[in-house]
């Protein structure tokens, strides 16, 4: 009993030290994203894209001439911009969804079913290829991603559309 006492101020203290470092924390990280004009509150909890690394199908990729005849189709494929953080004011491809990366794993009944094709995209390629990964890892094998991302895109002429 005397130990428990003895050690209650110290108990407190601690207990009182966490609360502030919490605080002090979220403070700083919602001042990092104003720095990086993300003005989208960072995702909590978010599951992690599990799609094994050796899981490379094949004919994921789509150079951007192929896009161009796809969305020239009767049935054009649905584009998804997975680029992180706010898109207003952000240039992307016609008519295309934002759906950042990093909650693909919680937003994934979002898409639509599979008869209809996906094709993610970012700025280099890379976020668009593990988003297409994930998505056909869980079992829509109608979903491609952007090679070479917006800089494939545009470097072929094409022009991208500000909302």
Aim: proline share 9%.
């Amino acid at each position: 009993m005397l130990r428990t006492l003895i050690n209650l101020p110290f108990r407190a203290l601690g207990h009182a030290a966490r609360a502030v470092q919490v605080n002090q924390d979220a403070r700083e990280q919602a001042r990092q994203a104003a720095r990086a004009g993300d003005r989208e509150p960072a995702a909590r909890n978010v599951p992690q894209l599990d799609t094994p690394a050796d899981y490379e199908p094949a004919g994921l990729g789509w150079s951007a001439a192929e896009l161009a005849l796809a969305l020239q189709a009767e049935a054009p494929p649905l584009l998804v911009d997975v680029r992180e953080g706010n898109p207003e004011g952000r240039a992307g491809l016609p008519g295309s969804e934002h759906l950042p990366l990093s909650t693909l794993g919680i937003r994934l009944a979002e898409l639509p079913p599979e008869p209809r094709k996906l094709v993610f995209y970012d700025e280099r390629g890379e976020a668009g290829r593990e988003a297409a990964r994930f998505v056909r890892f869980r079992g829509n094998e109608g979903a491609f991603y952007l090679a070479g991302g917006l800089r494939a895109w545009t470097g072929g002429g094409r022009s991208l559309e500000t909302p």
